[in-house]
């Protein structure tokens, strides 16, 4: 069984950056993928990154390609996403997620109802 932890939230300037890490702790008998979604209230929760188990495979939502770079570190067990270029409407709980069935999470943005979720961490880009 997977444990994660989100970290690295806070409040930025427009323009700015974060970087937000998804600490992984436990195992499973398969390969996984690992996407970050994000969840403003009165909005559907919205995928915005996900690496594939290998950490080949890269996916982006397309209100953040060329901002956002997710990343997989086996050795420190986390998957990183660096945001730059911040902007207001990227504001929200940033939650990770990770799912064996790496092609529902990652192409679909659509992780099983058994996945395991982090708590959260909280965006705020505001002037």
């Known amino acids: 069984q997977l444990h994660l932890v989100e970290s690295g939230g806070g409040l930025v300037q427009p323009g700015g950056s974060l970087r937000l890490s998804c600490l992984i702790s436990g195992s499973i008998d398969s390969p996984y993928g690992v996407a970050w979604f994000r969840q403003v209230p009165g909005k559907e929760r919205e995928g915005v990154s996900c690496?594939?188990?290998?950490?080949?495979?890269?996916f982006y939502a397309d209100s953040v390609k060329g901002r956002f770079t997710i990343s997989r570190n086996d050795g420190n067990n986390t998957v990183d996403l660096q945001m730059d270029n911040l902007q207001p409407e990227d504001t929200g709980i940033y939650l990770c997620v990770a799912d064996k069935l790496q092609y529902s999470l990652c192409a679909k943005w659509d992780p099983r109802p058994g996945a395991t979720w982090g708590q959260g961490t909280q965006v705020t880009v505001s002037s």
């Open positions: 690496i594939s188990g290998t950490g080949i495979q890269t």
